[in-house]
Nanobody, 124 residues
Framework: QVQLLESGGGLVQAGGSLRLSCAAS????????MGWFRQAPGKEREFVGG????????GYPDSVKGRFTISRDNSKNTVYLQMNNLKPEDTAVYYC?????????????????WGQGTQVTVSS
């Protein structure tokens, strides 16, 4: 069982930056691919970044590519999401999740552990 705890959300002006962190409990963090998702009110949960178990491969949707960067530090059991040039449409609750498939993050159903989320609000 892996427990995930996000932090780093807050209020930022458009064009600003935030860095989200997700700390994982347990000794098996490096057996999971990790992902970041977000959900705005009235919208479906959206994938915003994924990273495989060893950090070699990452992926992003077009909506955040070039602005968001996912990374991980397996020695600290932590995954990060650096968000730059934030836009009001990035406003959402951001969740980190752990995929039971260590080498893949493309399948939503593979994400078996979820954090509680952290709010990100971008003002115009």
């Amino acid at each position: 069982q892996v427990q995930l705890l996000e932090s780093g959300g807050g209020l930022v002006q458009a064009g600003g930056s935030l860095r989200l962190s997700c700390a994982a409990s347990g000794r098996t963090f490096n057996r999971y691919a990790m992902g970041w998702f977000r959900q705005a009110p009235g919208k479906e949960r959206e994938f915003v970044g994924g990273i495989i178990w060893n950090g070699v491969s990452t992926g992003y949707p077009d909506s955040v590519k070039g602005r968001f960067t996912i990374s991980r530090d397996n020695s600290k059991n932590t995954v990060y999401l650096q968000m730059n040039n934030l836009k009001p449409e990035d406003t959402a609750v951001y969740y980190c999740a752990a995929s039971g498939v260590p080498w893949a993050y493309n399948n939503y159903e593979d994400f078996v552990h979820w954090g509680q989320g952290t709010q990100v609000t971008v003002s115009s």
